[in-house]
């Protein structure tokens, strides 16, 4: 486990469109909104936050192969990864015991049926859908508990 208090917050395709992409689905919250609601969260607990989004799942992976001894936990919103990539579970499990809370910003089980499987929830500590963009600060306060228990 990291000595550092810092979270890693990364963010999955076409994120980077929040506020403008389906506003019915996604709300008009803007990427950057979501980027300081997680700074708001972490620094309730004295911790920082490093935020990323995009839109190659490689870059996704090297910040998660990176985390390892830089941060004390990952929130990840795999977005269309969640249901199509085999390789973000795998660097999730590789960075263990790092914990991991996975977010959703709509609940996918009330939309199309590929959309309700996702491969990164096996290697998630919890999993957080249907809250909004809500559910990131949902998911830092999770992290925050789950790092006050093992320090």
């Given at each position: 486990?990291?000595?550092?208090?810092?979270?890693?917050?990364?963010?999955?395709?076409?994120?980077?469109?929040?506020?403008?992409?389906?506003?019915?689905?996604?709300?008009?919250?803007?990427?950057?909104?979501?980027?300081a609601?997680?700074r708001?969260a972490?620094?309730a607990?004295?911790?920082?936050?490093?935020?990323?989004?995009?839109?190659?799942?490689?870059?996704?992976?090297?910040?998660?192969?990176?985390?390892?001894?830089v941060h004390?936990?990952?929130?990840?919103?795999?977005?269309?990864?969640?249901?199509?990539?085999?390789a973000l579970?795998d660097?999730?499990?590789?960075?263990?015991?790092?914990?991991?809370?996975?977010?959703h910003?709509?609940?996918?089980?009330?939309?199309?049926?590929?959309?309700?499987?996702?491969?990164?929830?096996?290697?998630?500590?919890?999993?957080?859908?249907g809250a909004?963009?809500?559910?990131?600060?949902?998911a830092?306060?999770?992290?925050?508990?789950?790092?006050?228990?093992?320090?």
């Amino acid at each position: 486990m990291s000595d550092r208090r810092s979270l890693l917050v990364l963010n999955g395709p076409n994120l980077n469109l929040l506020g403008t992409r389906k506003p019915e689905t996604y709300g008009r919250t803007t990427l950057a909104d979501v980027e300081a609601l997680a700074r708001e969260a972490a620094a309730a607990h004295e911790m920082d936050v490093a935020f990323l989004q995009s839109n190659h799942e490689g870059e996704l992976l090297d910040a998660i192969h990176a985390a390892r001894g830089v941060h004390a936990g990952i929130v990840i919103n795999p977005g269309a990864y969640s249901h199509t990539s085999i390789a973000l579970p795998d660097a999730l499990e590789a960075v263990q015991p790092l914990p991991v809370v996975e977010v959703h910003i709509s609940n996918v089980h009330r939309r199309e049926a590929f959309r309700h499987h996702s491969y990164v929830s096996a290697q998630a500590d919890a999993v957080i859908i249907g809250a909004g963009v809500h559910g990131y600060a949902l998911a830092v306060e999770h992290l925050a508990h789950l790092l006050a228990d093992v320090s």
